[in-house]
């Protein structure tokens, strides 16, 4: 098995969204998705004060791909207009099919505006192929208790398995398509070898720490993307370190996207505003308070 090559690094920038310290590294200056991820926002680190406003994503529409938000620090509460609610705890992770359309919220908890705390949260789009944007919504929201933790460089590293399988155990979430996805925490000087299958397109984040990626250093808060030229991505780490890491299979259709919406053409991002306003997406109705 060999391994493979980086082909460029990408600085996450700094958009910052009201008090939320927020860093994103796609889409971004040269890299417009990584097909088929196509956004990755990174909240804090940050510590809120007590009697904060908490996070500022009241209810907002979705259509045509799948958000995957991963609680680091902190915790989180997710509501939506097909009647799922859940509190996501730190180590935790969200996974929103949003599919034919939907309205979600992603607040803190009163618990947190109240007391305040360390906050740290990823959240990463993931395309839908055109057969499965009109797909029904789901959602799963698991706590950490709930992924398994595959220790690894000899206890000097964990994968932490969202999505797929590996090393003989599997993850909570099963993607519609096929995504493998993780996070991986390494102590320093840690090294170790992930699978990355021919053909795949994959996705690596350095949330924090300092690697090297087939021997490329890489700094945190950056985007690696590495050529189809191996099977297996070599990892060392030079410090403690985190990394968001996955891989799929490139969808290769047209990518249009407004807003909170993502599909093919034109036409259908025009539809889907026109279902939005016509209240198709408002399911029982009971989200549209949450967060105001």
Known sequence: MSSRTVAATYPAYRDDIADLVT??????????????????????????????HGLPF??????GFETVTFILTGNLAHYDTGGH???????GVQWMTAGSGLIHAEVSPPSFKQRGGPLEILQLWVNLPSRLKMTAPRYSG????????IPLAEGKALLNLIAGEFQGS???????TGVFMSTVTLQAGAQVSLPAPRGRSVFLYVVSG???VGGTAVKPWHLVTVN????????????????LFGHADPIDEPVVAHGPFVMNTRGEIEQAIRDYQAGKFNGDGKLLEVGA
């Open 23 to 52: 860093r994103r590294p796609v889409p971004g200056p040269g890299l417009e998705q990584v097909d088929p991820f196509l956004f990755l926002n990174h909240h804090g680190p940050q510590v809120y004060a007590p009697n904060n």
């Open 142 to 149: 698991v706590q950490a208790d709930g992924i398994p933790a």
């Open 170 to 176: 599997a993850g909570p979430i099963h993607s519609l």
């Open 210 to 212: 300092q690697v090297s």
């Open 228 to 243: 189809d030229d191996g099977d297996t991505l070599a990892i060392g780490a030079s410090s403690d370190a985190v990394l």
């Open 58 to 63: 009241g209810p907002h529409p979705h259509r």
């Open 85 to 91: 609610e859940s509190v996501i705890e730190a180590g």
